[in-house]
């Protein structure tokens, strides 16, 4: 067989036989519809009735066998071709999915230090405004202090942005999920908040990265964000 062809299944070729074996079927019906078992020989024939609806039965699985083994056979040189076809698409999809989260975590690991270094200028801010009004209050500016404490006040509440976004593509999509790895099982505590760790509950510690995205202390494990990517056609 030529590489690129698939079996073609051939139904059965004896219609005659395939004619009365549906034939038989149907009047085996027929006659279970119209027994009546009313004595020992009623019983008797319907028992060897029994028997010839089990050779009839028979007769047609014999009957199809052929064109169920080259069915069978035909759908696995299907199956065959269509994950050797697919083969290279999954291998080059898990490189540029590879690449992708690469490039997703470079941006993330960027977009924290951004984030910390603006979390940081706002607390000087907030620091000097503080100062301000102190030194407003020591020179008896009841006014220039109060607003100054009020500015510190709002910019110590203010939420530290990232300039930096996170990347996307038309298509994809990002999942992010906080996980634990064990890496010292002795320092592991056995309970924590009611719950055991150890033997090292594994589902446990999965839930307290995600209860806490990652920001719980546990000795012997750190937590980390796994990120998946899928793609729509």
Known sequence: MVENQVAVVKPAKDKALEHQLETSGQLTIKEAMSLNIESQKDYEQAGKFL???????????????????????????????????????????????????????????????????????????????????????????????????????????????????????????????????VVDEKAVPAYINGMMLRKVDMSALNNIAKMTKGTAEIPGVEFYQDMTISARS
Request: charged share 30%; proline share 4%; aromatic share 4%.
């Open 51 to 181: 028997v010839e609806i089990k050779t009839r039965a028979k007769q047609v699985k014999d009957y199809w066998a052929q064109p169920k083994t080259a069915a069978k056979n035909a759908h696995q040189t299907i199956v065959d071709r269509e994950k050797a076809m697919l083969a290279p698409l999954m291998e080059a999809e898990k490189m540029v999915k590879s690449s992708m989260l690469n490039y997703q975590a470079a941006v993330e690991r960027a977009r924290r230090q951004a984030e910390e270094e603006a979390r940081k200028r706002q607390q000087e801010e907030a620091d000097r405004l503080l100062q301000q009004a102190l030194d407003a209050q020591d020179s008896g500016n009841d006014q220039d202090a109060a607003i100054n404490l009020a500015m510190a006040e709002m910019v110590d509440q203010m939420p530290a942005q990232s300039p930096i976004e996170a990347p996307k593509a038309v298509g994809t999509s990002v999942s992010k999920t906080w996980k634990a790895r």
